[in-house]
Nanobody
């Protein structure tokens, strides 16, 4: 089982970026999958999660209204569309699988930097 996040980069404040997470060795739509981010020296923050039933989505207050989580079951991919980005969105972003008893597999992170 593996997950791999990608799509990070440098974006200007107010700009947009879409992150992707590919699942290998398991079917994404059979698990809740979350997006997390971490800034050096700070705790990792769960920013979004999508349940097995796609109608169940969670967003942290820090990203609500700006970020959108989605899943492509055919491609076995998870996405995080990030709009109206702010400097405080700068972090390493991770996707992780929820076993039902917590996150059991984590992908390697992708760096997102919001700066002019």
């Amino acid at each position: 089982v593996q997950l791999q996040a990608s799509g990070g980069g440098l974006v200007q404040p107010g700009g947009s970026l879409t992150l992707s997470c590919v699942g290998d060795g398991f079917t994404l739509d059979r698990y809740a999958i979350g997006w997390f981010r971490q800034v050096p020296g700070k705790e990792r923050e769960e920013i979004s999660c999508i349940g097995v039933v796609d109608g169940i989505k969670y967003y942290a207050n820090t990203v609500k209204g700006r970020f959108t989580i989605s899943r492509d079951n055919v491609k076995n991919m998870l996405y995080l569309q990030m709009n109206s980005m702010k400097s405080e969105d700068t972090a390493v972003y991770y996707c992780a699988r929820d076993s039902g008893n917590g996150m059991d597999y984590w992908g390697k992170g992708t760096q997102v930097t919001v700066s002019s």
